[in-house]
């Protein structure tokens, strides 16, 4: 039944409704670089608009072509028209972090308050070439830059299931020299279903005892350059994280600590000479240190999990003649060992991974005729993987499973490939356009991927979780490439405004998850077996995004987002479904919006189908559609002040997300409910 109402909302808005591309639900003013056809443009809100999330991947959950993976109230993944993890690129002012443990508890998105955002760049699609590896997309977060003056933003955020989060920023800038401070504290108790259940109450006897808290995380950010000249920046930032006790109950183990450091520094100079028109030059450092446990959990072996990556990297181009050149390096290091009191040395899962990327990238927009604008870019990139081999030999045991897997055991890979895209944007009048994309991009398999090494057994782990399995990589793993091809029309108007994409993609060499169990092959382990495969996969999707103003203040939009996901079987792969795991179900989001500049509101309404394309390989299960309404209202006063008051699922329905994380070997096997009911507060004081 909500699949047919969805369909025929999603008809209804093909002929009339359309999205704000300007906006995006976040606690403060936004600025939002690029569009749903992923041909870059720069856009800003205007609107003040609020929204009860705990982290960057909610706010932006509910954009057109944007969903989030979900294990826990905190820590989502974001995914980018049904593209995530490694398969699209998230940074954080240009700077890679990457997160540190092998379940993605503390995702790169995780790591970054939505006080220190100033706008966020959106590419969709392989259409980035200034970044290694932007296979399905671009997340690309710009932090604070300071406006002339001193300023100061007070913030306070509340919801009903003891989410409490105070935020200041202060900023001050002469012309000459700027700076700008922040901090944020987050807290929250487990949120409850529907029902009123705790989301930690829900797997009976999971946990020790009922836990008070579901994460405590502290962020601080400091920033200071100056400008020389009106033409030279130069800058230097510090970001830190501290998060403590942050409970995943879909899990099997919860984060005892996650720290994170981010250094950027950055010189950039603006109208050299006609010919040369800016060089820009970058270089960070970032590290994540993580510790989970179960020690919270009802089990009968202690196991704890300590990893840390660091990655460093610097970047410069120049816009010469109207083209863009640019050169990149990056180097990224991923460690990970487990212990438990029955461990048999060595304990490490990530024998401590070097990715070492270097690269090169062009790119130009021109005007061939009139009305046709050309965008193109190509990159080369040559990128090195290579493992502690001291770690490797230490271990027979994994050897040997490698060679009896693979015929091959972990060493060093080194992968040499070209990516690049063509871009057309053809003006039909002043109102209206049309678009076509082509792009071809890379990414390598990451140190997971390649050369993760888990035996649950020698783990002292047969008894605690599943007995005689092992989570392994696949060292003859290819690097995967996404062939895509988008087709769009857009219309902009001045109360109706329309953007339509569509989308096809042939990813040569994805990289996939299995599971089987072996009773049968005398040549391998007998039990189940985590391991990844390439396979050939097939996407297919629209975005589309309108909206229309009824009058001056009162405005409906819709956003719908779907993505098909296809897989090659292959029964010596173990690859049996057709159906590529983690695709995210057809949805649409109606909205009734006012706004006069001092009073606002909007109902919502999101619509998603059931979800039965599902991946039976992992024991992905049927997830049924649903339907929410949404409600929220604010004031702006003239001393800066501004309120907003709202409720999340106003008729308390209960309700699954689609099956995220049961690709995770460490996951609990059991779908946990949304929230019910949420009441939320957030209020603001600017000067």
Not at 98 to 127: E, T, W
Not at 590 to 597: E, G, I
Request: aromatic letters at 14%; hydrophobic letters at 35%; one cysteine or more.
């Amino acid at each position: 039944m909500v699949k047919r109402a969805l369909l025929s909302l999603c008809v209804f808005s093909s002929i009339g409704l359309a999205q704000d591309f300007s906006s995006i639900f976040l606690l403060k003013p936004l600025e939002i670089i690029g569009s749903s056809k992923g041909f870059e443009a720069f856009k800003s809100s205007k609107t003040l608009q609020r929204k009860s999330s705990v982290d960057l991947a909610q706010a932006l959950d509910n954009q057109v072509g944007i969903f989030n993976y979900s294990k826990g109230p905190i820590a989502n993944d974001i995914v980018l028209d049904g593209l995530n993890r490694d398969n699209i690129n998230v940074l954080i002012d240009g700077a890679r972090l990457y997160g540190a443990c092998p379940s993605r508890m503390d995702v790169p998105a995780f790591h970054i308050p939505l006080n220190f955002l100033q706008g966020i760049k959106i590419v969709y699609g392989p259409y980035d070439v200034t970044h290694q590896g932007s296979m399905g997309g671009l997340v690309d977060v710009k932090t604070i830059y300071p406006k002339l003056g001193f300023h100061s933003n007070l913030s306070f955020n509340a919801n009903s299931y003891g989410f409490v989060n105070p935020n200041v920023e202060a900023s001050y800038n002469n012309g000459k020299f700027y700076f700008v401070a922040g901090y944020s504290f987050k807290t929250a108790q487990p949120y409850k279903d529907a029902h009123g259940v705790k989301i930690t109450d829900y797997i009976p006897n999971e946990y020790k005892s009922k836990p008070t808290h579901d994460f405590n995380i502290n962020s601080y950010m400091t920033k200071f350059g100056f400008t020389p000249t009106t033409n030279t920046d130069i800058g230097l930032e510090y970001i830190k994280q501290s998060a403590n006790n942050v409970l995943y109950p879909f899990l099997t183990m919860d984060a005892i600590y996650d720290r994170s450091n981010i250094v950027n520094f950055h010189i950039d100079k603006e109208n050299i000479s006609k010919d040369i028109k800016s060089i820009n030059f970058k270089t960070y450092y970032t590290d994540v240190y993580h510790l989970m446990t179960n020690q919270y959990r009802a089990s009968s072996m202690y196991m704890a999990t300590y990893a840390r990556t660091k990655t460093y990297g610097s970047s410069i181009s120049t816009d010469v003649f109207d083209t863009t050149f640019g050169l990149d390096f990056y180097r990224r290091d991923w460690y990970v060992l487990n212990q438990t009191s029955m461990s048999m040395s060595p304990p490490f899962i990530i024998p401590d991974v070097f990715i070492t990327n270097i690269g090169a990238f062009a790119k130009k927009d021109f005007n061939a005729f009139k009305s046709l604008k050309i965008n193109i870019g190509l990159r080369i990139d040559n990128t090195k993987s290579s493992p502690d081999g001291s770690l490797v030999k230490k271990d027979t045991s994994m050897k040997n499973l490698y060679t009896s897997l693979y015929g091959a055991s972990p060493q060093d890979k080194e992968d040499t490939y070209l990516s690049g895209y063509i871009k057309l944007n053809k003006a039909i009048n002043q109102n209206n356009n049309f678009y076509v994309g082509f792009g071809h991009t890379v990414r390598v398999p990451d140190p997971e991927e390649r050369y993760i090494y888990f035996d649950f057994v020698n783990m002292g782990m047969g008894s605690s979780m599943s007995s005689n399995s092992y989570w392994i990589g696949n060292p003859n793993l290819k690097p995967a490439q996404n062939n895509e091809f988008d087709i769009g029309f857009s219309s902009n108007y001045n109360k109706f405004s329309m953007n339509l994409d569509l989308y096809y993609r042939y990813i040569y060499d994805y990289i996939t998850i299995t599971q089987f169990s072996n009773f049968s092959n005398p040549n391998i382990p007998k039990g189940k077996i985590n391991e990844y495969w390439n396979t050939n996969a097939y996407m297919n999707g629209a975005n589309l995004s309108a909206k229309y103003f009824i009058t001056d203040t009162l405005s409906v939009s819709s956003e719908t987002s779907y993505v098909r996901g296809y897989q090659i079987t292959n029964q010596a792969k173990h690859i049996t479904s057709p159906n590529l795991p983690d695709i995210p179900p057809l949805r649409e989001v109606l909205a009734l919006k006012y706004d006069n500049k001092t009073y606002f509101g909007k109902i919502e309404t999101i619509l998603a189908s059931t979800q039965d394309k599902v991946n039976t390989d992992l024991n992905e299960k049927k997830v049924p559609g649903y339907g929410l309404v949404n409600v929220s209202g604010g004031i702006n006063l003239k001393n800066g002040i501004s309120v907003v008051l709202g409720v999340d699922n106003l008729l308390n329905q209960e309700y699954y997300m689609y099956n995220d994380y049961y690709s995770n070997p460490f996951n609990t096997g059991v779908n946990l409910p949304e929230p019910g009911r949420t009441f939320y507060i957030n209020a603001q004081y600017s000067f």
